[in-house]
Structure formats: C-alpha cells, structure tokens
C-alpha cells in the first residue's frame, strides 16, 4: 500500500494564504513591472533623443528635448505653414513638459520670423538666450539680426557669446569675422573682446594668419588691443604671424608688430650680430633662423663673456643650400659686411657664400653676394656696400657647399657682422 507524500511546509504556507494576499502580491508586481517598463523607455529616450529622436518619441512621445530636436529637423528642411504649425504644436508641447528648453522658445521665435512678425522673433529670441546661452542656433539669429540693423556692436557681442560657449560654432562664424576685419568699426569693436583672450582667441588666430589676405587688419586689432598674454601658445601665434607677414613681403606690418610685442629687441631688427638679440629670441622670424636638414646645417654655441655666439655649420659632401637666415631693417646708407671662420680643415670645393637681398619687393632682388672656400685655421670675408632707399627691407642668407671631399665641409663662424660707415 502506498504511502501518499506530504506537500513541503513552504507550499502548505502558501495555500493557506488568503486571497487578498494574492490580489495584492499581483498589484505590486504589476506595478513594479510598470515602473520597470517607464525607467526603461524613459532611459532609451535620454540616450537616443539627440542623435535619434524618432526612436526617442515612439518610446516617449512626449519627451520634450526629443520634441523639440525633431521641431528643429523639420524646420530646418521646410518652412511652409503646414510644417511652421507643426513646428509650432511640437514647439509648445516640448515646453510643456520641460519650460526652461532654449530650443523650443528658439523655434517659436523661427516661425514668428517666417511669419514676418520680427518683433515677437527677437523677444522669443532673448528669451532663448536667458534661458541658456549655449543655444547656437539662438545666437546666430542674433548675430543676423544685429547685422541686419546696422548694430555692429551687438553682432560682436552675440558673436563672442556663440564662440566661447560653443566651440562648434567656429568653422561657422571665423570666416565671417576674419573677413569683416577689413572694417574699422569691427576692429575697434573687437578690442575689448580680445583684451580677455578669450579661449576662441587661440583658435581665431590661426585661422584669421592662414587666411587672410591682408595681414595689416589683424596686426591693426592685435596693436590696438595691447599685448597677448605671455604664454608660449601666443608666443607662437606671433611668430606665425610675423613668419606670415615676411613671406608676403609685409614688413612694414611686420616691424610695426614685432615692436609691440612684450620683451622684444629693438637691436633684433637692425643688427645681423650673433648676440642675445638675435640667438635663441622669444620671437625667432625677428633674429637668426636655422634651417632644418639632415645634409646641411648648424647649431649655436652657448654665449661668451661678451655675450656672442658662434655657429658650428657644416654641409655634406656634394650637398649645397641654406644654413640660416635673418630679415634686416637697415635704413639707406653705406654699410661694411665682415664674417670671420675658422676650420679644422680645407674642403675641395666648398663654398661659404653670403647674400642680401632687397626683400621689399614682391620679387626680391639680390644686392650683393661674397663666398669664400672653407679653409683650414682662420680666415674671413668682407664686403662694402650701399643701400638705398627703394631697398628698406633687407634678407641675409647664408647658403654652404660641401665640396667635392668624402667628408664635406665643415667649419665654426666665430662672427658676422654689418656696420654703418661714412
């Protein structure tokens, strides 16, 4: 005879529940379960509603940053009344669920707009702003209105809002600035703006330096802007700029701006010396500058007791080019070029060789030339010459050939100099 088994204790529990336990035991998980679904399609929605804000709304229909990016999609492809009221509707939806959303007030001020009623659009507008000033779409119908009214002013200050809250906004708004430079009221606008270095100013700068066409306008807002903060990333965007300014024969606009920067050297433009005025400077296109190459070049000594330097160059066999430069501000008048080396031995034929050349022009004309074979122990070269006054910029070269030796050529410049005479 078989024995009839026994339920276990936990289930006996169970069964002996009543049924509003049951009830209850399903409305809460029902519940749970409903707040699950909610923090899921709620969590879907944050993720996807700025990049994919149809599948945010099928989640959420009501989600108001998804609203208001999918009102700005369609206002972006079409602006007939059928769209400008959907705008609209989406629009006013996204703000009641969400009142402080500088996009929907935005939109809002974008069909008054369409709708030819400019002065709701710049109320809506400011609001946007008040809101947040982060909104580009909100500051460039700012900055069009201002323009459109004649109110450079406020342009330029919708103008610094839209660049230092959004980065972004560059590639929009530095080609408009950087042509409008040309205008004096712009510039003089710009000034207390550029005062602040304001982050956008980094990345303005070398913009504006490669591609502008005429640098003078820039040089004009940096000079009546005073001086950049002294830190090597604007070091550096001056030194673009003066590199800039020579390589289109600029130098008056070169002068002008190098002699406004902090810490530099008067001497640096008027002297071809090797001396702390022209070695190692904090703006280097104003002194001497090395050319880079594995096959020729040089390198400077640490200054002496008199605070001069050498140069130990040397070039490859076979191999000719340039050592280093230096741009030079002599005014008219008769002058004495000297250079001093000294070499541990001969190099069949090499070659030192010295050129000025009129840099002013937009074909620069060679003045004069001296070269020199490089020769064991000391030796120099000297050259008189005179300089006119349709040849007040001046470039210095030093070019070197190796020779014709296994070795190349090699050798110090213990000097270089150019005085004024008689």
Same mark, same amino acid.
């Given at each position: 005879?078989? *024995?009839?088994?026994?339920?276990?204790?936990?289930?006996?529990?169970?069964?002996?529940?009543?049924?509003?336990?049951?009830?209850?035991?399903?409305?809460?998980?029902?519940?749970?379960?409903?707040?699950?679904?909610?923090?899921?399609?709620?969590?879907?929605?944050?993720?996807?509603?700025?990049?994919?804000?149809?599948?945010?709304?099928?989640?959420?229909?009501?989600?108001?940053?998804?609203?208001? *990016?999918?009102?700005?999609?369609?206002?972006?492809?079409?602006?007939?009344?059928?769209?400008?009221?959907?705008?609209?509707?989406?629009?006013?939806?996204?703000?009641?669920?969400?009142?402080?959303?500088?996009?929907?007030?935005?939109?809002?001020?974008?069909?008054?707009?369409?709708?030819?009623?400019?002065?709701?659009?710049?109320?809506?507008?400011?609001? @946007?702003?008040?809101?947040?000033? *982060?909104?580009?779409?909100?500051?460039?119908?700012?900055?069009?209105?201002?323009?459109?009214?004649?109110?450079?002013?406020?342009?330029?200050?919708?103008?610094?809002?839209?660049? *230092?809250?959004?980065?972004?906004?560059?590639?929009?708004?530095?080609?408009?600035?950087?042509?409008?430079?040309?205008?004096?009221?712009?510039?003089?606008?710009?000034?207390?703006?550029?005062?602040?270095?304001?982050?956008?100013?980094?990345?303005?700068? %070398?913009?504006?330096?490669?591609?502008?066409?005429?640098?003078?306008?820039?040089?004009?807002?940096?000079?009546?802007?005073?001086?950049?903060?002294?830190?090597?990333?604007?070091?550096?965007?001056?030194?673009?700029?003066?590199?800039?300014?020579?390589?289109?024969?600029?130098?008056?606009?070169?002068?002008?701006?190098?002699?406004?920067?902090?810490?530099?050297? %008067?001497?640096?433009?008027?002297?071809?010396?090797?001396?702390?005025?022209?070695?190692?400077?904090?703006?280097?296109?104003?002194?001497?500058?090395?050319?880079?190459?594995?096959?020729?070049?040089?390198?400077?000594?640490?200054?002496?007791?008199?605070?001069?330097?050498?140069?130990?160059?040397?070039?490859?066999?076979?191999?000719?080019?340039?050592?280093?430069?230096?741009?030079?501000?002599?005014?008219?008048?008769?002058?004495?070029?000297?250079?001093?080396?000294?070499?541990?031995?001969?190099?069949?034929? @090499?070659?030192?060789?010295?050129?000025?050349?009129?840099?002013?022009?937009?074909?620069?004309?060679?003045?004069?030339?001296?070269?020199?074979?490089?020769?064991?122990?000391?030796?120099?070269?000297?050259?008189?010459?005179?300089?006119? %006054?349709?040849?007040?910029?001046?470039?210095?070269?030093?070019?070197?050939?190796?020779?014709?030796?296994?070795?190349?050529?090699?050798?110090?410049?213990?000097?270089?100099?150019?005085?004024?005479?008689?």
């Amino acid at each position: 005879m078989s *024995r009839k088994r026994k339920a276990p204790p936990r289930f006996s529990a169970l069964r002996a529940k009543p049924p509003l336990f049951w009830v209850k035991l399903l409305g809460i998980m029902s519940v749970t379960g409903y707040l699950a679904w909610l923090s899921f399609i709620h969590a879907v929605a944050n993720i996807t509603w700025q990049q994919n804000p149809d599948m945010a709304l099928r989640f959420v229909p009501d989600h108001p940053l998804a609203l208001s *990016r999918k009102a700005d999609e369609l206002f972006a492809a079409k602006q007939d009344p059928a769209t400008l009221t959907k705008v609209e509707a989406m629009a006013k939806q996204s703000l009641r669920g969400g009142a402080l959303n500088p996009v929907a007030i935005r939109l809002l001020g974008y069909v008054a707009d369409v709708r030819g009623d400019r002065k709701r659009a710049r109320q809506l507008m400011l609001l @946007s702003q008040k809101v947040s000033r *982060r909104d580009f779409g909100t500051q460039l119908w700012l900055i069009e209105d201002a323009v459109a009214r004649n109110d450079k002013k406020q342009a330029l200050y919708h103008y610094d809002i839209a660049m *230092r809250t959004t980065p972004s906004s560059f590639p929009v708004l530095f080609p408009t600035l950087a042509g409008a430079l040309s205008d004096p009221e712009v510039r003089t606008g710009l000034v207390p703006f550029v005062k602040q270095a304001p982050e956008w100013l980094l990345s303005f700068l %070398p913009y504006a330096i490669g591609t502008m066409e005429s640098h003078e306008y820039l040089v004009d807002l940096l000079l009546l802007s005073g001086s950049l903060p002294d830190r090597p990333e604007y070091k550096g965007q001056s030194n673009y700029l003066l590199n800039t300014l020579a390589a289109k024969n600029n130098f008056s606009s070169f002068e002008r701006y190098y002699l406004s920067l902090r810490n530099a050297s %008067p001497l640096a433009l008027s002297t071809a010396s090797m001396t702390k005025d022209t070695v190692s400077i904090a703006y280097p296109a104003a002194g001497w500058q090395l050319t880079e190459s594995p096959s020729i070049g040089g390198g400077f000594s640490e200054p002496n007791k008199n605070g001069r330097f050498t140069l130990s160059a040397f070039a490859g066999s076979g191999e000719r080019g340039e050592v280093m430069r230096k741009y030079l501000f002599l005014k008219p008048g008769n002058y004495r070029f000297s250079a001093q080396y000294e070499a541990q031995q001969s190099a069949a034929d @090499s070659d030192i060789r010295w050129d000025l050349i009129c840099a002013s022009q937009k074909t620069p004309i060679s003045k004069w030339f001296t070269n020199k074979a490089v020769k064991s122990g000391r030796s120099g070269d000297t050259k008189a010459f005179t300089l006119t %006054p349709d040849c007040p910029h001046q470039l210095l070269l030093l070019q070197v050939a190796g020779g014709s030796g296994q070795l190349g050529a090699e050798f110090v410049l213990r000097s270089v100099d150019i005085v004024r005479t008689p």
